[in-house]
T-cell receptor, first 112, second 119 residues
């Protein structure tokens, strides 16, 4: 069964305290992994797409990495404005129809 | 970047009434639109996939007669929650895709969501 699992469910950090979020997946024939940021009451905002094991992408204090079984979102020296829920998702296909399966998210709180 | 506009952002209605939510792609023509619902502290659950001019494909367990989806054009999809009940209260989010080649070229953009509260 195609599944995406994120951990931890919630994470509290002090400003400047680096950490990592995990996204593990069981999907046959991975064709990409997406990371999104979601603020309360808002739709997800696209962060990264990773397509192959070993790939890395960076944006400001965030860096996403991908292996054959999981992806990490590394947050370096986070700031309070990085507080949000971070979602990962993978596409699955039935014929030519694709859809995203989302993990349950990690809610990050960064305290000043 | 591409913008997906979703309206209304919040709606409160009485039990038994119908509510329509609009999703528009403002500066691109969407190949496909998706509708998700999200309960508090839970992830997005896909409800249905719609392609312009064809019937929506509903996920297992989603009542197509209750959640009516109309994808009349490449820039507009609507979700109508018919005879809404308190258990339909949720955060509904639309997304739109545009594909210029293979999956690797597909971009997925989300609306800002609609919080539905049924009294």
């Amino acid at each position: 069964e195609d599944q995406v699992t994120q951990s931890p469910e919630a994470l509290r950090l002090q400003e400047g305290e680096s950490s990592s979020l995990n996204c593990s997946y069981t999907v046959s024939g991975l064709r990409g992994l997406f990371w999104y940021r979601q603020d309360p009451g808002k739709g997800p905002e696209f962060l990264f797409t990773l397509y192959s094991a070993g790939e890395e992408k960076e944006k400001e204090r965030l860096k996403a990495t991908l292996t054959k079984k999981e992806s990490f979102l590394h947050i370096t020296a986070p700031k309070p404005e990085d507080s949000a829920t971070y979602l990962c998702a993978v596409p699955v296909f039935s014929g030519n129809t694709g859809k995203l399966i989302f993990g349950q998210g990690t809610t990050l709180q960064v305290k000043p | 970047g591409a913008v997906v506009s979703q309206h209304p952002s919040r709606v409160i209605c009485k039990s038994g009434t119908s509510v329509k939510i609009e999703c528009r792609s403002l500066d691109f023509q969407a190949t496909t639109m998706f509708w998700y619902r999200q309960f508090p502290k839970q992830s997005l659950m896909l409800m249905a996939t719609s392609n312009e001019g064809s019937k929506a494909t509903y996920e297992q367990g989603v009542e197509k007669d209750k959640f009516l989806i109309n994808h009349a054009s490449l820039t507009l999809s609507t979700l109508t929650v018919t005879s809404a009940h308190p258990e339909d209260s949720s955060f509904y989010i639309c997304s739109a895709t545009v594909r210029t080649g293979g999956w690797e070229d597909e971009k997925l953009f989300f609306g800002s969501g609609t919080q539905l509260s049924v009294l």
